[in-house]
């Protein structure tokens, strides 16, 4: 197989192009940040490029399939891997500009109760430039290159546990804010973890500046064993800690996404024990109406029961808002697409 090059940063180019000019790897860098092939890379000598595409791949994953939502502007991709592996995204569009959502594994080893991507288990985690390569993708897809960019916003909540995939993932994330390459803010990334707190110490510890997410479910530990089996592991304190911790260091707000399922984390005593944890820090909460999965059985709730669990929050001070399910006429949950596309 031969060598991924968007896996790289500039540094690593350099020392690989050690007998070129100086500017090479900065040359090239944009180019594959413009998800354009050694063929196309108008300002590199021929011979050179005909001795890149010998040795290394420019194109680390292909568009095979898009489907447009009918009800909001939500599009969803499904990638194909060198290995024939598949993976999806979603875009949203919205005014201020357009939102990616990516997967940094293909299957997911935690195998959270209500998500389809835990289904099948971990196939195995993406490198840096394949997470890269889907934004790449969307953006030229959307007619963007390196500097005309489309894709503004990205969030990392499709398939896969993202802090389960930590090298991986620190690299995307160094690799897709370089000024010298697509340059996505940090600031404009949002991280979901199902609460590896560990890792999101270590993740403050590193200066990464991006918004952490983390979908907690339940903030008792009894129901969040039962919907997350990564509670065995971490406690809903040693996560609630971790949050603060990042918060202290970053100075960014930490969001919780919260499922409503019914029957199962929207009774008076969750509702105490959301309201106790998410106090004297900055936080917010995020309710989800959840889309049904076929395979799992959990229950979504009604508008109703929704409001009323979200009013009896504000009534305790929580930060909180009910978030738009989008896409849900064309499987909008993370890991279904691709489950379907699968069969
Ligand atoms: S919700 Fe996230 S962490 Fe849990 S199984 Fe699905 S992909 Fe993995």
Wanted: glycine fraction near 6%; charged fraction near 25%.
């Amino acid at each position: 197989m031969k060598q991924l090059l968007t896996d790289y940063n500039i540094e690593e180019l350099n020392q690989l192009f050690a007998d070129q000019p100086k500017f090479r790897a900065k040359q090239i860098f944009k180019w594959l940040h413009s998800y354009t092939d050694f063929a196309d890379m108008s300002d590199i000598p021929q011979s050179f490029r005909e001795e890149l595409a010998q040795n290394y791949t420019a194109i680390p994953i292909k568009i095979v399939k898009m489907l447009s939502s009918k009800k909001d502007n939500t599009k969803k991709f499904l990638y194909q891997l060198y290995d024939g592996n598949i993976v999806e995204g979603v875009l949203m569009e919205y005014k201020y500009g357009s939102t990616i959502c990516i997967s940094t594994q293909i299957g997911c080893r935690m195998g959270c109760a209500f998500c389809a991507s835990g289904i099948g288990g971990l196939v195995r985690n993406l490198s840096a430039g394949e997470i890269l390569g889907q934004v790449l993708a969307v953006n030229s897809y959307m007619g963007g290159t390196v500097t005309n960019r489309k894709v503004t916003n990205i969030v990392l909540m499709g398939s896969g546990e993202p802090l389960d995939n930590y090298l991986n993932v620190t690299k995307f994330l160094s690799l897709v804010s370089d000024p010298d390459g697509i340059n996505i803010s940090q600031r404009n990334i949002s991280l979901s973890t199902c609460g590896l707190a560990q890792n999101i110490i270590k993740l403050a510890d590193e200066g990464y500046k991006i918004i952490l997410t983390i979908s907690l479910h339940s903030a008792i530990d009894e129901v969040r064993k039962r919907l997350m089996p990564i509670s065995n592991k971490y406690k809903v304190e040693d996560i609630v800690n971790a949050a603060k911790y990042y918060f202290n260091k970053t100075g960014r707000r930490v969001i919780y996404e919260y499922a409503m399922i019914n029957g199962e984390n929207m009774d008076n005593d969750a509702i105490e024990a959301l309201a106790r944890i998410t106090r004297g820090y900055s936080c917010h909460v995020n309710l989800i109406m959840l889309n049904y999965v076929k395979e799992k059985g959990l229950n979504p709730c009604t508008r109703e029961q929704a409001k009323s669990f979200e009013n009896e929050l504000i009534k305790r001070n929580v930060s909180v808002t009910i978030r738009r399910s989008m896409g849900s006429d064309i499987e909008g949950a993370c890991g279904q697409l691709r489950r379907k596309f699968m069969e």
